[in-house]
């Protein structure tokens, strides 16, 4: 069985400040790690995603996270939020073994960036 | 990528009605899921949509109230049934393409129940 953690419920930044969202996660397989986000009244995005390869990943807008399987971590991070990234972010993880495609979500973390 | 589409968008629904959402993919692909968000809430898997045969059901979750249907690679059915005020939800199809490891999901049904 996976599950994921999202420590923070809320998080309220001012506009330009930097951003951590914390994501840790509990699995006896090896995982693919998501972050999706959700903007208000929309559906779900995908943002960034570790398959294989280099720890650290990016997303066109700005954002990166990093895989830590020491940590069973991947923090998502910006250096510097804009109003505009105001939404909901959902961290999940999916086996990496057999067909099992089904995500396992964290409760997400509602990011507020404020003028 | 894939582009998803669901239908209805949103709907307001009487309590002890049904309601059937469409999910249509713009390619073919091999994995289809329906998942439910309710208010405030993080998601949680529903299904499993199985072509051509009977659906794969989470914990919690029965075929007599959340029939699904998969009748192609590309389209499903999410039917929700005797709806009560607690199935006040948003209803979301997501899918995996053929040779991915990421699953896509669409805009969402939202439905409420009065």
């Known amino acids: 069985a996976q599950s994921v953690t999202q420590l923070d419920s809320q998080v309220p930044v001012f506009e330009e400040a930097p951003v951590e969202l914390r994501c840790n996660y509990s699995?006896?397989?090896?995982?693919?790690l998501f972050w999706y986000v959700q903007y208000p009244n929309q559906g779900l995005q995908l943002l960034l995603k570790?398959?294989?390869?280099?720890?650290l990943v990016e997303s066109i807008n700005g954002f990166e996270a990093e895989f830590n399987k020491s940590q069973t971590s991947f923090h998502l991070r910006k250096p510097s939020v804009h109003i505009s990234d105001t939404a909901e972010y959902f961290c999940?993880?999916?086996?990496?073994?057999?067909?099992?495609?089904?995500?396992?979500f964290g409760k997400g973390t509602l990011l507020t960036v404020n003028p | 990528s894939a582009v998803i589409s669901q239908k209805p968008s949103r709907d307001i629904c009487q309590r002890g009605t049904s309601l059937t959402i469409q999910c249509q993919v713009d390619?073919?692909?091999?994995?289809m899921f329906w998942y439910r968000q309710q208010p405030g809430q993080s998601l949680t898997l529903i299904a499993t949509a199985n072509q051509g045969s009977e659906a794969t059901y989470e914990s919690g979750f029965v075929i007599d109230k959340f029939p699904i249907s998969r009748p192609n690679l590309t389209f499903s059915t999410l039917t929700v049934s005797n709806m009560s005020p607690e199935d006040s939800s948003i209803y979301l199809c997501?899918?995996?393409?053929?040779?991915?490891?990421?699953?896509?999901f669409g805009e969402g049904s939202w439905l409420t129940v009065v």
């Open positions: 390619s073919q692909v091999t994995m």
């Open positions: 999940a993880v999916s086996s990496t073994g057999g067909s099992n495609y089904k995500l396992t």
């Open positions: 699995s006896s397989v090896s995982v693919y």
């Open positions: 997501s899918v995996r393409t053929a040779g991915g490891n990421t699953i896509y």
């Open positions: 570790y398959l294989s390869g280099s720890t």
